[in-house]
C-alpha cells in the first residue's frame, strides 16, 4: 500500500535525522559522512549532531544529550495549560517532529532530561523523570481531544490543521482521509454537472467573445 | 572564551548546509511526497545518482579501514556503517513506493506517455516485463479458454475502461513550504472551496487541487 500513512518504524527514521546538540565525553577526529562532514568531537565542547549518532554516543557511555529548549518541565506544564485554555487552535511553539522526539528522547537519554528539568536536586530525580513521561502523555491527550472535536469541520473539500506535530497528523490520516473521499464520491455527481456547466459557460465566452479568457489552469488530466 | 567561539562557530557552520546534507534532506522529502502522492512522481535521477555516488565512497571507506583494529578506528568504522545503511534504507523505501505504484497502474502507466515519463529507464524495463509476465501468465492460465473478444486487458468497451487509473482526486495531507505567487489561491474545482494558503499551512485536501504546487516545490506532502 503505497498510500498508506507513514509507519511508527518510518517516523522514528524521520526523526532521527534531526539535529541536536550534544557534550561529547569524548575525542573524535572529524568524520566523512553522507549527510555532510561530521566536525570533530572535542569535549567539553558541545556539538551538533543527526539524533541517531547522539542516541549511539549515548548508549556508549561516550557524551550527553542536551535535551531541544521545550522539551522540560516547567514548558510542558505551561504548553497544557495553553492548550487547555485554546480549545479552539494548537500551539506553534511544539516541533513538527515534538512526539516521536520527546518518546525517543525519554527512551534513550532518561537521565539527560532529568539532569536538566529545572533545579530538581536530591532524591526525588526519580520523580521528576516521571513526570516528563506524564506530561508528554498529558499534553499528547489534550491536544488529541481537541483532533477529535475539530474532526467534525471535515467535509469534502479541504481542512487545515495547523499547529499538529507529523506523527498526530499519520495518526488521524487514515480517519480523515476516508471521511474527505468517501465525501466527495457521495457529492461528486453535484460537482460533475457544475464542472460541466462552468466548461460550457467558458467554451459560450470563448467562441461569443473571442476575448480568450481562459483561466490559468493547464491541467491535463481532465478526462470527465 | 575559546568555548564560546567555537559555539558560536558550530552554530554557525550548521547554517551553511553542504550539498551533500542537501540532497540526503531532499530524497528524505522525495520519500515521504512519493509514499502521499497517488501518481508516480517525476524521477530524481541525478539526486539519486549523486546520492549513490556517496554510497560507493562509504564502502570503499569501509573496505579500505576494516581490519584496522585500533579501538578508534573501529568505531569510526562503526558510525560510519550505521549511517550507511540508513541512506540504503532510504534509497530502498524511496525506490520501493515508487514500485508499488508501478505495479498498482501497469497499464495506465504504459499507455499514458506524460505519466510513463516519470519513469526512470530501470522503472520502465520492470513496467514492461512485468506486465509482459502478467499478461502471459494470464493467457495461459485462464484467458485463453475465453472467447477472443474479451481476452484484453485493457478493454474499454460500454464506456467503462478495465484499466485502473491513479485517483488523483484523493485526499492528501501537505505542508506549505514556499509562499505561493501573488494572487494564487487553493480551488477545488466544481465546488465553492477557494482559500488563501500561508507559508507554514497544514491541510488535507484533493491531490489534483494542489499538485502543480506539489511537482512545482511550493507544497509539500506529509
Redesign the interface.
Known amino acids: 500500500m503505497s498510500l498508506s500513512p507513514l509507519t511508527p518504524a518510518e517516523h522514528l527514521y524521520l526523526t532521527e535525522l534531526l539535529p541536536i546538540t550534544i557534550i561529547p565525553r569524548v575525542h573524535l577526529p572529524s568524520l566523512p559522512l553522507i549527510s555532510g562532514p561530521l566536525p570533530p568531537l572535542r569535549p567539553p565542547h558541545r556539538a551538533h549532531v543527526p539524533l541517531w549518532l547522539a542516541l549511539l554516543l549515548k548508549r556508549q557511555k561516550k557524551a550527553n544529550i542536551v535535551p531541544p529548549a521545550w522539551l522540560n518541565v516547567d514548558n510542558l506544564e505551561r504548553l497544557i495549560k495553553w492548550e487547555q485554555e485554546h480549545p479552539e487552535r494548537f500551539t506553534e511553539e511544539l516541533p513538527w517532529e515534538w512526539v516521536e522526539l520527546g518518546e525517543v528522547l525519554v527512551e534513550g537519554a532518561e537521565d539527560d532530561l532529568v539532569g536538566y528539568a529545572g533545579g530538581g536536586g536530591g532524591v526525588g530525580g526519580g520523580g521528576v523523570e516521571g513526570d516528563i513521561r506524564v506530561l508528554l502523555r498529558t499534553l499528547r491527550e489534550v491536544r488529541w481531544s481537541k483532533v477529535r472535536e475539530g474532526l467534525r469541520e471535515l467535509d469534502s473539500t479541504y481542512l487545515k490543521m495547523n499547529g499538529l506535530g507529523h506523527l498526530e497528523i499519520s495518526e488521524l490520516r487514515p480517519f480523515a482521509k476516508a471521511v474527505v473521499d468517501n465525501l466527495r464520491h457521495i457529492t461528486s455527481s453535484k460537482e460533475e454537472a457544475r464542472l460541466r456547466e462552468e466548461r460550457d459557460e467558458e467554451e459560450e465566452g470563448r467562441r461569443a467573445g473571442r476575448r480568450g479568457r481562459v483561466r490559468g489552469e493547464e491541467d491535463d488530466d481532465d478526462e470527465f | 572564551m575559546d568555548?564560546d567561539i567555537?559555539?558560536i562557530l558550530?552554530?554557525f557552520?550548521?547554517r551553511s548546509?553542504?550539498s551533500?546534507?542537501q540532497d540526503?534532506n531532499d530524497l528524505?522529502k522525495q520519500w515521504?511526497a512519493?509514499?502521499?502522492a497517488?501518481e508516480v512522481l517525476p524521477y530524481q535521477g541525478p539526486l539519486l545518482e549523486r546520492?549513490m555516488e556517496?554510497?560507493r565512497?562509504?564502502i570503499e571507506?569501509v573496505e579500505r579501514e576494516t581490519g584496522d583494529l585500533e579501538p578508534?578506528a573501529n568505531?569510526?568504522l562503526?558510525?560510519?556503517q550505521?549511517?550507511?545503511e540508513?541512506?540504503k534504507?532510504?534509497v530502498r523505501?524511496y525506490l520501493r513506493?515508487r514500485m508499488?505504484?508501478i505495479d498498482?497502474h501497469p497499464l495506465y502507466l504504459i499507455n499514458n506517455p506524460?505519466a510513463l515519463s516519470h519513469l526512470s529507464d530501470p522503472e520502465k524495463a520492470y513496467l514492461r516485463s512485468h506486465l509482459a509476465l502478467l499478461n502471459n501468465h494470464y493467457l495461459s492460465s485462464f484467458l485463453r479458454n475465453f472467447p477472443a473478444q474479451l481476452r484484453r486487458l485493457d478493454d474499454a468497451a460500454g464506456g467503462v475502461s478495465m484499466v485502473e487509473e491513479p485517483d488523483?482526486?484523493?485526499?492528501v495531507?501537505c505542508r506549505v513550504v514556499r509562499v505561493l505567487e501573488e494572487g494564487e489561491e487553493?480551488v477545488?474545482?466544481?465546488?465553492d472551496?477557494r482559500?488563501e494558503l500561508m507559508k507554514?499551512?497544514?491541510?488535507?485536501?484533493?491531490y489534483?487541487?494542489v499538485?502543480?504546487w506539489v511537482l512545482g516545490g511550493e507544497v509539500e506532502l506529509?
Open positions: 568555548d567555537n559555539d558550530a552554530e557552520d550548521k548546509v553542504p551533500s546534507t540526503l528524505t515521504i512519493e509514499r502521499g497517488p546520492i556517496r554510497i565512497e562509504q571507506i578508534n568505531f569510526r562503526i558510525l560510519i550505521t549511517e550507511l540508513r541512506v534504507f532510504l523505501a513506493a508499488a505504484k498498482k506524460s488523483l482526486d484523493s485526499a495531507f487553493l477545488v474545482k466544481g465546488t472551496a482559500v507554514g499551512d497544514v491541510v488535507v485536501v484533493r489534483r487541487a499538485r502543480k506529509i
